[in-house]
């Protein structure tokens, strides 16, 4: 059984830099798995953050980018503000047909 | 602008079937490369996709719960509705449906319909 992974939690200061990561159990993350990353804060509704790896949406703050990282699709948060603390999911394709969500990362900005 | 709302019973019993219905605004299920998706979030819990289905009927289903889903749409009504047979406490969760764009993948997602089974 195919399992994405993510780091339950991170802390980050306001005003730093911080990354999280999403990895495949089946070997290395590629552009081929088209990432994704969305944002959800208590009581709402995931909102998307990145796609295709590194594009964001219209409405996707310019701190935010998505890359790849030592086989790892990730998601680095710039200048982090209070309002980025939230709770931070990947997703991942395989094959085209199924697709992954990570366990998320619970972010926490103190 | 485009929006989602998901609807269906808020509580059903053990063993009984699941019917959702995603109402949608603001784009065409008969778009080419359109897809509409169903994610599930238990209480406390990750997200877990369940469903998806595209404008040209193509439908993908999470391989642990293919048994027991099937996605159908209605591109007249602007609807598409998911059935989950055989409900079982665990899959008291809030169900999701979101807008798939052939360019920036899931991006509009609708406010959730919280599902509770139990007797």
């Known amino acids: 059984q195919t399992v994405v992974t993510q780091e339950p939690s991170l802390t980050v200061s306001p005003g730093g830099t911080v990354t999280l990561t999403c990895a495949s159990s089946t070997g290395a993350v590629t552009s081929g798995y088209y990432p994704n990353w969305f944002q959800q804060k208590p009581g709402q509704a995931p909102r998307a953050l990145i796609h295709n790896t590194n594009n964001k949406h219209s409405w996707t703050p310019a701190r935010f980018s998505g890359s790849l990282l030592g086989g790892k699709a990730a998601l680095t948060l710039s200048r982090v503000q209070p309002e980025d603390e939230a709770e931070y999911y990947c997703?991942?394709?395989?094959?085209?047909?199924?697709?992954?969500f990570g366990g998320g990362t619970k972010l926490t900005v103190l | 602008q485009i929006t989602l709302k998901e609807s269906g019973p808020t509580l059903v019993k053990p063993t009984q079937t699941l019917t959702l219905t995603c109402t949608f605004s603001g784009f065409s299920l008969s778009t080419s490369g359109v897809g509409v998706g169903w994610i599930r979030q238990p209480p406390g819990k990750a997200l877990e996709w369940l469903a998806l289905?595209?404008?040209?009927?193509?439908?993908h289903y999470s391989p642990s719960l293919k048994s027991r889903l099937t996605i159908t749409k209605d591109t007249s009504k602007n609807q598409v509705v998911l059935t989950m047979t055989n409900m079982d406490p665990v899959d008291t969760a809030t169900y999701y449906c979101?807008?798939?764009?052939?360019?920036?993948?899931?991006?509009?997602w609708g406010q959730g319909a919280l599902v509770t089974v139990s007797s």
């Open positions: 997703l991942l394709y395989y094959g085209g047909a199924q697709l992954l």
């Open positions: 979101a807008h798939k764009d052939p360019a920036v993948d899931f991006d509009y």
């Open positions: 289905i595209y404008w040209d009927d193509d439908k």
